[in-house]
Nanobody
Framework: QVQLAESGGGLVQAGGSLRLSCAAS????????MGWFRQAAGKEREFVAA???????????DSVNSVKGRVTISKDNAKNTVYLQMNSLKPEDTAVYYC?????????????????WGQGTQITVSS
């Protein structure tokens, strides 16, 4: 089992920044990659970013309304913690943000690639 605990969400004004954290515990040796997803009210969950467990590879969503160019995913190997730095936040970034752990499935960008999920942390961006 892998346990994930997110933190760092909150209320921020448009143009502001937040850094989300996701601490992994348990059988972390089984983790292949970590991802961040978000789900806005009434919308489907969408991929935001992912990073290999070693921290050597990253991937970002590149859809039109994505956060590409405004977020950076990183990892502190000593702390088994993944971060999502979000800058220039917009009201449309308002959502619950989830981190997830992939324990060996091919692919990073879909929810079914991930086996464990955190409880989510709310980000609300005011205009």
């Amino acid at each position: 089992q892998v346990q994930l605990a997110e933190s760092g969400g909150g209320l921020v004004q448009a143009g502001g920044s937040l850094r989300l954290s996701c601490a992994a515990s348990g059988r972390t040796f089984s983790i292949y990659a970590m991802g961040w997803f978000r789900q806005a009210a009434g919308k489907e969950r969408e991929f935001v970013a992912a990073i290999s467990w070693s921290g050597g590879s990253t991937a970002y969503a590149d859809s039109v309304n994505s956060v590409k160019g405004r977020v950076t995913i990183s990892k502190d190997n000593a702390k088994n913690t993944v971060y999502l730095q979000m800058n220039s936040l917009k009201p449309e970034d308002t959502a619950v943000y989830y981190c997830a752990a992939n324990i060996g499935r091919q692919g990073w960008t879909m929810g079914f690639h991930y086996d464990y999920w955190g409880q989510g942390t709310q980000i609300t961006v005011s205009s």
